[in-house]
């Protein structure tokens, strides 16, 4: 999803409303059962994937650092839906439902363009990594240059929405037992 479309899609909910009917037809959005396990199985695999980010960080693998913050963000992201009774299986879907259930409620735009901006760069890595037998032979290399800084800044960034995400879960979860 473009940055651009996910900007009319919050502005119109509407828009945001026919996008998600779309993918709930299409059978991407299922509506799920309450399940405890399942919410905090994707809380803990955020958790797990901060951690490879960290040791990787440390290793000097910023290319699988930029696909574990996505992976962190995208399983907190599955957590909070999951909370509100529904599942996604792609990304635009979990977007879309992400701005309908907890866009007013304290996750910003930014917020969401943050987990946008991970999954293109986490499509153009996987390009990378499933192509690179056959770019082998090109004129190029296959070397990953990511720079240390801006990927420790991405890292911060996504350690700062699993921690209001979190925080967002457990109100949601509190509120849900009363």
Request: charged share 30%; with cysteine.
């Amino acid at each position: 999803m473009k940055i651009e479309e996910l900007n009319k899609l919050l502005a119109k909910p509407t828009l945001l409303n026919s996008r998600i009917g779309f993918y709930q037809k299409k059978k991407i959005i299922e509506k799920v059962p309450f399940d405890l396990a399942e919410i905090n199985g994707h809380k803990e695999k955020s958790e797990h994937d901060l951690k490879f980010v960290s040791d990787n960080m440390n290793l000097g693998y910023f290319d699988w650092c930029i696909t574990g913050c996505y992976y962190a963000s995208y399983q907190i992201a599955l957590s909070l839906i999951r909370a509100k009774g529904v599942y996604s299986k792609n990304h635009d879907a979990t977007l879309c439902l992400l701005a309908r259930d907890y866009f007013k409620e304290g996750i910003t735009k930014e917020d969401i363009e943050l987990i946008n901006m991970f999954f293109l760069n986490y499509q153009d890595l996987l390009f990378y990594v499933q192509s690179k037998d056959k770019r082998e032979e090109a004129s190029y290399g296959t070397r990953y240059n990511f720079n240390k800084e801006e990927v420790e800044k991405l890292r911060i960034k996504t350690i700062q929405f699993i921690d209001k995400a979190r925080a967002i879960l457990n109100n949601t979860l509190e509120a849900r037992k009363k």
